[in-house]
């Protein structure tokens, strides 16, 4: 699994992410001081965005793209604490590999 934090992104970043995301258009994402980018296998994904939206106030997106591995990349929307604490969760549960990871 990889993970990355992007601090204030770019307008054009924004705009990358969002035309890409896997709800479409239909579900806005406010306020977003940082984006969260957490890539790795279908399952780890799904768990590591359960742990994010239940770890704090954060938005998850999956971003839709073509990778010959296969490998699936979300996107975590919010502040930047929020987005912060969602990752740290996200490597804690991987890293202690608790049940429900």
């Known amino acids: 699994m990889e993970i990355r934090i992007i601090k204030s992104p770019a307008h054009g970043t924004l705009d990358i992410l969002l035309r890409r995301k896997g709800s ?3 579900t806005p994402i406010e306020s977003v001081d940082a984006v969260g980018l957490v890539q790795g296998r279908m399952i780890e994904m799904v768990c590591a965005a ?13 971003i839709r793209g073509n990778c010959p591995q296969n490998m699936v990349l979300l996107a975590i929307f ?3 604490a929020s ?10 549960k991987e ?3 608790t049940p429900e990871w």
């Open 95 to 97: 890293k202690e590999g």
């Open 24 to 26: 479409g258009a239909s």
């Open 78 to 80: 919010g502040d930047i």
């Open 83 to 92: 987005v912060e604490a969602a990752l740290e969760e996200i490597k804690r």
């Open 50 to 62: 359960d742990v994010a939206e239940k770890a704090v106030g954060v938005t998850v997106e999956d």
